[in-house]
């Protein structure tokens, strides 16, 4: 479910298939992500361009990468998030908790 391509030293995740990011997929992605964060000092962002919905244990997937990565003294960014995410991510504040970059390109 996850597609992971390597842009500029960095391994780019991106959910395919669907529009959300709900209990249905969470679990496949959150493996995805831990497998990729595991590996000390790697670099990974999750392009979220085509997620429309996150539901709660969405949520925690992203949060659980993001632990996984200090722990593994990794980067974990989101980028390309849509306005209906972005808008729940802000009323979380979670805005101030994640690495948020605008598009791709912000990973030259």
């Known amino acids: ?3 992971i ?7 780019v995740g991106s959910i395919a298939g669907t529009d959300r ?6 679990p496949e ?4 992500l831990t497998d990729l964060l595991k590996v ?12 429309k919905f996150i539901d709660s244990t ?3 997937t992203l ?3 993001l632990k996984t990565s200090r722990e593994n003294n990794c980067t974990f960014k989101i980028c390309s998030v849509q306005k209906e995410v972005m808008s729940l991510l802000c009323l979380m504040k979670l805005d101030q ?3 948020i970059l605008p598009d791709l390109e912000c990973c030259n």
């Open 29 to 32: 992605i959150k493996q995805d």
């Open 97 to 99: 908790v994640f690495d």
């Open 58 to 60: 969405g949520i925690g």
């Open 5 to 11: 391509k390597e842009v500029n030293n960095c391994k």
């Open 40 to 51: 000390k000092g790697s670099h990974v962002v999750l392009n979220l361009e085509n997620i």
């Open 1 to 3: 479910m996850l597609e």
């Open 63 to 65: 949060i659980s990468a």
């Open 21 to 26: 990011l709900n209990a249905t997929i969470a």
